[in-house]
């Protein structure tokens, strides 16, 4: 198992946050070494938000978290939004969105 991977998992102390502004809002991720929300709206549908996430170009820039981090946290960003926003979802990932479903 990798080490770097183990430790993330299991000692990162990471949360989620939610800033809503009606239709729309920010969630904010947060881990022992950075912090950066991304704004999201309401979806249609099957669809209950679409979270913009930053494209790899601009990861670093915008999160403080190396590129090699951005699959890690963006999965975790949207199992917990999953987790609290919705009773049975599920989630996707899709270039520069995650789509979070009921």
Avoid at 26 to 49: L, Q
């Amino acid at each position: 198992m990798n080490i770097q991977k183990f430790q993330n998992e299991f000692f990162m102390k990471r949360k989620i946050e939610y800033k809503s502004e009606g239709r729309s809002g920010y969630v904010i991720y947060s881990d022992d070494n950075t912090r950066f929300s991304m704004y999201y709206e309401f979806g249609g549908g099957d669809c209950v938000a679409i979270v913009n996430i930053p494209s790899a170009d601009d990861w670093v820039k915008v999160t403080g978290s190396p590129l090699s981090s951005r699959d890690e946290i963006l999965t975790f960003i949207a199992s917990q939004v999953v987790k609290d926003q919705t009773s049975k979802g599920h989630y996707r990932i899709s270039g520069n969105f995650i789509e979070i479903y009921e």
